[in-house]
């Protein structure tokens, strides 16, 4: 018999899944041969002994009661399995009302950030054990972040004190009922919640892997990441990951307002691109060499026009996002080489430049540039605009 435990995990397994467009609960979409759901639970599970309280469709109680005890083990007693709600608040609530008695400290999990390593849990319940009353795991805002009026941008955000949220997140049990309680209104995470509460929220480190599964680019990761790698063909035994080589192509016309952005740098006194963003087709064409090389889609996967914070974005948001997507899915940058087709602007006078700025939006690897006028022939020759065609070398990390 398992002893009493004073943590609790809730596990919250109630969304519709409607941005992910899989038609049912995105709980119990698949990764691999295990739904979202499992996944979860497993990191769960290998973390400390804890109650465990699923909160789940109303309809898919079931379901997730299957998952929930394929990932206990020898903890199955632990397990409990509610209906949520209308909301996320109201899944949460539920979940309280499920706590054992003995119930200390209760962490507040999402399903779907199926991926989440134990160590995340074993990081946010020491704070509490060293007498934080909440605690809220969060990594840096990498990306530039603009604030949007409509399709177009009114300023830059100032990202040097912003984090991105993550779960699990943990609470004093007292603090997390009180302040469920008396909430008037939704909030967006428990920590809120809590704050609006009055009670301090701390932060401790969060995980790259700790993403939320939202839409189908999401769900394309998360199955990359679990997805097994090739066996050694002479010994069968010894997991082996090959380097890998994409390519990358984007045009854009000339008509664009402002000034003209290519290969990261600005050209004054030259025509600006067309495009959602800046309409560099250098950078453009690097993101989608490096993404398909790694299997994580195409610029329209992630920077799509969808995108308001990517409205006018110069390359450094675009590469930079790009290096993040691809260490976490364990990939470092060989090199990347890259050809413009145009008749302007001219390259030769600031190859050097446009390689360094490149580079460093890569974290440092390497970057080539070379140009050639196409010998007057097809609409870049015409000077109708610009195009470009990258190569990319990709290396586990």
Do not use: C
């Not at 090199?335 to 600031?350: T, Y």
């Not at 440092?364 to 990319?392: I, N, P």
């Amino acid at each position: 018999m398992l002893p009493v435990p004073h943590v609790a995990i809730i596990v919250v397994a109630a969304g519709s899944g409607t941005r992910l467009g899989a038609g049912g609960p995105k709980a119990m979409v698949g990764i691999d041969d295990a739904s979202i759901l499992r996944h979860a639970l497993r990191g769960v599970f290998e973390a400390e002994v804890a109650q465990v309280i699923v909160v789940a469709p109303a309809t898919h109680q079931g379901d997730a009661l299957t998952d929930a005890l394929a990932a206990a083990g020898t903890r199955r007693d632990l397990v409990t399995v509610v209906a949520g709600g209308s909301t996320r608040q109201e899944s949460v609530a539920a979940g309280l009302r499920a706590l054992w008695p003995d119930v200390e400290y209760v962490l507040v999990h999402d399903a779907a950030r199926a991926l989440t390593p134990a160590g995340l849990f074993a990081r946010v319940l020491t704070a509490l054990y060293d007498g934080l009353p909440a605690v809220l795991p969060a990594l840096p805002v990498v990306d530039t972040v603009k604030r949007t009026d409509g399709p177009r941008v009114r300023e830059a955000v100032e990202r040097s004190d912003l984090v991105a949220a993550q779960t699990p997140q943990g609470f004093r049990r007292d603090i997390l009922d009180t302040a469920y309680r008396v909430a008037d209104h939704e909030y967006t995470d428990d920590a809120a919640l809590v704050a609006s509460a009055g009670h301090p929220i701390a932060i401790v480190e969060g995980d790259p892997l700790a993403f939320k599964i939202t839409t189908a680019a999401d769900l394309d990761r998360a199955r990359h990441l679990v997805s097994p790698a090739p066996a050694s063909p002479a010994t069968l035994t010894a997991p082996q990951v090959f380097p890998r080589v994409g390519l990358g192509t984007d045009v854009h016309g000339f008509g664009g307002d402002g000034a003209l952005w290519l290969a990261g740098l600005e050209w004054p006194d030259e025509p600006a691109l067309s495009g959602h963003s800046d309409g560099d087709a250098v950078a453009h064409a690097m993101v989608d060499a490096l993404l398909g090389a790694a299997g994580l889609g195409d610029i329209g996967t992630h920077f799509g026009t969808d995108r308001p914070e990517y409205v006018g974005a110069h390359a450094e948001a675009f590469l930079s996002r790009t290096r993040a997507l691809l260490d976490e899915a364990g990939w470092r940058i060989g090199n990347v080489a890259v050809q413009v087709q145009a008749n302007r602007p001219r390259f030769a006078a600031r190859r050097s430049e446009a390689e360094a700025v490149l580079s460093a939006a890569l974290g440092g690897a390497q970057v080539s540039v070379s140009a050639t006028t196409t010998d007057g022939l097809g609409f870049a020759g015409r000077g109708e605009g610009v195009s470009a065609t990258a190569v990319a070398l990709l290396l586990p990390a």
